[in-house]
């Protein structure tokens, strides 16, 4: 499984982004698909996740109500539309999946197998 992430820029607080990840090769049908962030010195935190086939969904506290991951099977894309941006959101924006949904969500990098290169997203103040 191959991801590709786009879709990250330079934006003034408050507004919104929508980044895109495409997967490529076969997907499994338990397949879940989550967002990472990594700020410069900053360890690598969850942001959100989603089944593949079905709505579960979960999301960081610090996004939740602003930010919505989706996706689009029929175009292997997975979405995250970002809304009132803030300053601290500025970071590089990690795609990633792993086979298999935990109770919450599973929220640890550590847990996914496959990653995209990610895509910068700087909040300006």
């Known amino acids: 499984v191959q991801l590709q992430a786009s879709g990250g820029g330079l934006v003034q607080a408050g507004s919104s982004l929508r980044l895109s990840c495409v997967v490529s090769?076969?997907?499994?049908?338990?397949?879940?698909m989550g967002w990472f962030r990594q700020a410069p010195g900053k360890e690598r935190e969850f942001v959100a996740a989603t089944r593949w086939y079905g709505g579960t969904t979960a999301y960081a506290d610090s996004v939740k109500g602003r930010f919505t991951i989706s996706r689009d099977n029929a175009k292997k894309t997975l979405y995250l539309q970002m809304n009132n941006l803030r300053p601290e959101d500025t970071a590089g924006y990690y795609c990633?999946?792993?086979?298999?949904?935990?109770?919450?969500?599973?929220?640890?990098?550590?847990?996914?197998?496959?990653w995209g290169q990610g895509t910068l997203v700087t909040v300006s103040s």
């Open positions: 990633s999946a792993r086979e298999g949904w935990v109770a919450g969500g599973p929220r640890r990098s550590s847990e996914y197998r496959y």
């Open positions: 090769g076969r997907t499994s049908s338990n397949y879940v």
